[in-house]
């Protein structure tokens, strides 16, 4: 059905949420976070510096194990790179937590397939389509 997909790299923008892999990756956290107060989980701010201290300390530890893989295979790592991302992934943390502590609700919870499939009867032919179509 998808024999190739083109994979669109996106920046990290770090300085920039609003846009390339900052901003997804807040949306998605946040909407993460409300699926997870849906089903009654209780979130405040010591669960977030939380959140964001243990998520720093396991990518560092990544970041060591990767280095090392990296050098036993001889190749580059961009350690000062790997970093930043981890810096610009906590700062994402924090602002998704922040978020939505001040909107709890405000991210709308993403639809089943179902219910995609119940309001748009084609919607998967429209979606073969257009990745057949993207594809060309």
């Avoid at 846009?19 to 993460?32: P, Q, V």
């Avoid at 609700?105 to 073969?128: C, E, H, M, Q, Y």
Wanted: net charge negative; with cysteine; hydrophobic share 40%.
């Amino acid at each position: 059905m998808c024999e190739t997909y083109e994979h669109k790299h996106q920046p990290l923008s770090e300085e920039d949420i609003t846009t390339g892999l900052m901003k997804m990756g807040i949306d998605i956290t946040k909407t993460l976070f409300t699926t997870l107060a849906s089903t009654g989980i209780i979130f405040n701010d010591s669960f977030f510096r939380t959140l964001r201290i243990t998520y720093s300390r396991a990518a560092q530890a990544f970041i060591e194990k990767y280095e090392s893989d990296s050098a036993i295979n001889g190749l580059y790592f961009d350690r000062h790179l790997e970093i930043k991302a981890v810096e610009a992934f906590t700062n994402g943390l924090k602002i998704a937590g922040d978020q939505f502590l001040e909107n709890p609700s405000g991210t709308p919870l993403i639809p089943n397939w179902s219910r995609v499939n119940s309001a748009i009867p084609d919607f998967f032919d429209k979606l073969i389509e257009a990745i057949e179509s993207d594809n060309k």
